[in-house]
């Protein structure tokens, strides 16, 4: 059996209530040569009910951290590209993974960032250039990775952002990365209880606190 061309990796804690409408959003792309895996994390709800019927590869940890439970799924994923998708958010179209397969298949290039969409403002996959400097966002949901280009960078084991952390190691490497404006992913930024919204709140709590 080949590999896939995509990994598409998604960590999922107590999302019972949402993952669902993400994973859909993978079963309707019209490009297929992917595995789907899970790595339900810490989860107390019903999620393995619902992605069993869903995922290629499922996975079960305890870490209670979203970049660790990434670097399980990196650690197992067989496709000569890696996609993530948080488990709250979910593909812009159906033709998405076949758009991103056509850039990425031609080209020496080790990222492409693709755009995306937030609270209906449409975000390009370059965040632009300071002093010159080449700026991308930090998120990986919004690029797709060439695995050998990864190798052994993962993750860190921090609660909150690791996405910056990891983002810049790679940079660090010096990859050739395409650009794709057109938003081909939905962020569910500031859901209610996720885990920004979370950070937010408890952030604006302790300022307000501090003030009294």
Same mark, same amino acid.
């Given at each position: /059996?080949?590999?896939?061309?995509?990994?598409?990796?998604?960590?999922?804690?107590?999302?019972?209530?949402?993952?669902?409408?993400?994973?859909?959003?993978?079963?309707? !792309?019209?490009?297929? @040569?992917?595995?789907?895996?899970?790595?339900?994390?810490?989860?107390?709800?019903?999620?393995?009910?619902?992605?069993?019927?869903?995922?290629?590869?499922? /996975?079960?940890? *305890?870490?209670?951290?979203?970049?660790?439970?990434?670097?399980? &799924?990196?650690?197992?994923?067989?496709? *000569?590209?890696?996609?993530?998708?948080?488990?709250?958010?979910?593909?812009?179209? @159906?033709?998405?993974?076949?758009?991103?397969?056509?850039?990425?298949?031609?080209? %020496? *290039?080790?990222?492409?960032?693709?755009?995306? /969409?937030?609270?209906?403002? !449409?975000?390009?996959?370059? !965040?632009?250039?300071?002093?010159?400097?080449?700026?991308?966002?930090?998120?990986?949901?919004?690029?797709?990775?060439?695995?050998?280009?990864? &190798?052994?960078?993962?993750?860190?084991?921090?609660?909150?952002?690791?996405?910056?952390?990891?983002? %810049?190691?790679?940079?660090?490497?010096?990859?050739?990365?395409?650009?794709?404006?057109?938003?081909?992913?939905?962020?569910?930024? /500031?859901?209610?209880?996720?885990?920004?919204?979370?950070?937010?709140?408890?952030?604006?709590? !302790?300022?307000?606190?501090?003030?009294?």
């Amino acid at each position: /059996m080949g590999k896939p061309f995509f990994s598409v990796i998604v960590p999922a804690h107590n999302s019972a209530e949402f993952i669902r409408n993400g994973l859909d959003s993978i079963k309707r !792309q019209t490009f297929t @040569d992917y595995e789907l895996i899970v790595i339900c994390d810490a989860c107390t709800d019903n999620t393995y009910e619902i992605v069993k019927k869903y995922a290629d590869y499922m /996975m079960f940890t *305890e870490f209670g951290r979203d970049g660790l439970a990434r670097n399980a &799924g990196i650690d197992v994923a067989r496709g *000569e590209w890696l996609l993530f998708m948080d488990d709250d958010d979910w593909w812009l179209d @159906d033709e998405a993974f076949r758009t991103i397969a056509e850039n990425v298949g031609h080209c %020496n *290039e080790d990222i492409m960032a693709f755009g995306f /969409m937030a609270r209906d403002f !449409q975000y390009p996959g370059l !965040q632009g250039y300071y002093n010159t400097e080449l700026r991308i966002w930090p998120a990986v949901w919004n690029k797709c990775y060439r695995r050998e280009f990864i &190798g052994e960078t993962r993750f860190p084991g921090i609660e909150f952002t690791s996405d910056l952390p990891f983002t %810049n190691e790679l940079l660090r490497k010096r990859p050739g990365i395409r650009f794709f404006e057109v938003p081909l992913y939905y962020y569910n930024y /500031m859901r209610k209880g996720s885990q920004t919204e979370v950070h937010w709140r408890h952030d604006n709590e !302790q300022e307000a606190g501090g003030l009294g």
